[in-house]
């Protein structure tokens, strides 16, 4: 699989098969996207963007999954102001971004909404389908189970909103990086590349950002799995 294809594969979950039915994408000139796998993985995102064009951003049940979901907002600031950067992961990042700097905040917020509107979409019809799926599925006497990972990516938005959840410095720089000692397995030992957890910080709020995670996991799936346990009671970091 190449870097580009892992770049667009979260788009699959979302179906455009599903949205012609919805009305959100025409007939003519997408089935033949569907008929090809490597094709659709390329485009799908000119697909998304088809199907958002055609959505009523004043649909009640729009509006309400934003109330419900605070967390999508500061998601599609992310992944818009990502966009503005070309691209690039958080720690090559203009200062003004990197630091959520009120001025420049407002000024995306103002000049980008529509864009912002479009990553919101995104997340909303995948959970839309997500729980159509489900449904079937558990109707069918059949229960999901869910991977947690026990870290989060640096490059992610959990890290640009909530830095002080992490071992970072006040550059956004990761202080330790998650890993494991040399054994058997690998001798050189290794380097995930993921920072670690500031414990100390999350004890201070009963471990919230923690049971936030699973809670809303648990709303997504039926089972959940905590890959791995054993993060929470031991876990390898180096600099």
Known sequence: MTK?????LYRILVSAALMIVLGFLPVKGILRFLLYLVPYLIIGHDILRKAYSRFNLNNDDYQGFINRNLWVKDYALFMTIKGINNGNPLSM???????????????????????ISFWIFIQYEFYNQWYKL?????????????????YVPYDSVEIW????MFMVNERLEMTFVSGAPADSFSPNG????????????????????????ILNSLKVF??????????????????
């Open 4 to 8: 580009k294809q892992k770049k667009v």
């Open 93 to 115: 990042w203009d200062d003004q971004y990197k630091f959520r700097e009120n001025n420049t905040i407002q000024y995306v917020e103002k000049m980008y909404k529509n864009e």
């Open 134 to 150: 489900k449904k079937y599925a558990n109707d069918k006497g059949i229960k999901i189970i869910g991977d947690i990972p026990i």
């Open 161 to 164: 909103v909530m830095p002080e």
């Open 190 to 213: 290794q380097i995930w590349g993921s920072p670690l957890y500031n414990y100390e910080k999350m004890r201070n709020n009963n471990y919230k950002w923690w049971t936030d995670r």
């Open 222 to 239: 039926d089972l959940i799995r905590l890959d791995h346990f054993i993060g929470f009671s031991s876990f390898f970091g180096t600099t």
